[in-house]
T-cell receptor
Framework: AQKITQTQPGMFVQEKEAVTLDCTYDTSDQSYGLFWYKQPSSGEMIFLIY????DEQNATEGRYSLNFQKARKSANLVISASQLGDSAMYFCAMRDALDSNYQLIWGAGTKLIIKP | DGGITQSPKYLFRKEGQNVTLSCEQN?????MYWYRQDPGQGLRLIYYSQIVNDFQKGDIAEGYSVSREKKESFPLTVTSAQKNPTAFYLCASSIDSRSSGANVLTFGAGSRLTVL
């Protein structure tokens, strides 16, 4: 069965430092997609970045990048130059066809707190 | 601006009562979803709908019901059969649900249900 693991329940990072949020996944499908979402205290989930399993380059979106290591089944989110507004819950999710019928499977999340 | 509107934001229910959570989207998306979020856990899929007048059970559909009579609307009823309904409920939509590609979900702001 597919699974998403986020091993860091919480993290404290100094403002302006880079931060890496860990995500490992498990699937037997060759075609899958990996997503990162941010959930501020307001509750709404905000899409950050996507990586397809066949994408050769790591995805980047502004200050967000995804460190995709396919052989290790790892899809870590890197936030460069962290800001106070980055304080939120961050969720990693995966979609494949084999086990989840294209529905997203979610990790438990990491609570990131940026210190001024 | 296009988006998803969930109402009410907060809802209190007595045991034994059914309640209905509203979800409306003006994004012209075919697929809509309902997720439940509990503290320390990832999102869990309750129901999803790929098209009007069709919906599928997710991982935790017991005690919930939905309808999809219009493309824009996907209300969720939490019935008295749901044994532990206190949770945060998130509605989402996407262009379609049958792809392992970058099918990004757009979320509403959520509804917090508390059973007294």
């Amino acid at each position: 069965a597919q699974k998403i693991t986020q091993t860091q329940p919480g993290m404290f990072v100094q403002e302006k430092e880079a931060v890496t949020l860990d995500c490992t996944y498990d699937t037997s499908d060759q075609s899958y997609g990996l997503f990162w979402y941010k959930q501020p205290s307001s509750g709404e989930m905000i899409f950050l970045i996507y990586q397809g399993s066949y994408d050769e380059q790591n995805a980047t979106e502004g200050r967000y990048s995804l460190n995709f290591q396919k052989a290790r089944k790892s899809a870590n989110l890197v936030i460069s130059a962290s800001q106070l507004g980055d304080s939120a819950m961050y969720f990693c999710a995966m979609r494949d066809a084999l086990d989840s019928n294209y529905q997203l499977i979610w990790g438990a999340g990491t609570k990131l707190i940026i210190k001024p | 601006d296009g988006g998803i509107t969930q109402s009410p934001k907060y809802l209190f229910r007595k045991e034994g009562q059914n309640v209905t959570l509203s979800c409306e989207q003006n994004l012209n998306h075919d697929a809509m979803y309902w997720y439940r979020q509990d503290p320390g856990q990832g999102l869990r899929l309750i129901y999803y709908s790929q098209i009007v007048n069709d919906f599928q059970k997710g991982d935790i559909a017991e005690g919930y019901s939905v309808s999809r009579e219009k493309k824009e609307s996907f209300p969720l009823t939490v019935t008295s059969a749901q044994k532990n309904p206190t949770a945060f409920y998130l509605c989402a939509s996407s262009i379609d649900s049958r792809s392992s590609g970058a099918n990004v979900l757009t979320f509403g702001a959520g509804s917090r249900l508390t059973v007294l």
